[in-house]
Nanobody, 124 residues
Framework: QVQLVESGGGLVQAGGSLRLSCAASGRTFSNYALGWFRQAPGKEREFVAAINWSGGRTYGPDSVKGRFTISRENAKNTVYLQMNSLKPEDTAVYYC?????????????????WGQGTQVTVSS
């Protein structure tokens, strides 16, 4: 079992930055691929970024490429999502997820554990 707790969300103006953190407890953190997803009101949960056990990473929508960076610090059992140049369309609840595999996937159903989410609101 893995417990995930996100933090770092909040209200920011367009063009600003936020860094989300997700602290994990439970099983060996380095054995898991990790992902960030987001869900805006009335929309389906959307893949944002993922990172595997060794640091290889991938990103979802073209709209976040070049602005968001996922990273992990296995010694601290933490995964991060650095978000720069934020836009109002980035407004959503952001979720951290863990997959019982060394390799990442982009599908919501591929992840076994989820955090409770953290709200990110970007004002125009």
């Amino acid at each position: 079992q893995v417990q995930l707790v996100e933090s770092g969300g909040g209200l920011v103006q367009a063009g600003g930055s936020l860094r989300l953190s997700c602290a994990a407890s439970g099983r060996t953190f380095s054995n898991y691929a990790l992902g960030w997803f987001r869900q805006a009101p009335g929309k389906e949960r959307e893949f944002v970024a993922a990172i595997n056990w060794s640091g290889g990473r991938t990103y979802g929508p073209d709209s976040v490429k070049g602005r968001f960076t996922i990273s992990r610090e296995n010694a601290k059992n933490t995964v991060y999502l650095q978000m720069n140049s934020l836009k109002p369309e980035d407004t959503a609840v952001y979720y951290c997820a863990a997959r019982s595999s060394f390799c990442y996937r982009t599908e919501v159903g591929s992840y076994d554990y989820w955090g409770q989410g953290t709200q990110v609101t970007v004002s125009s």
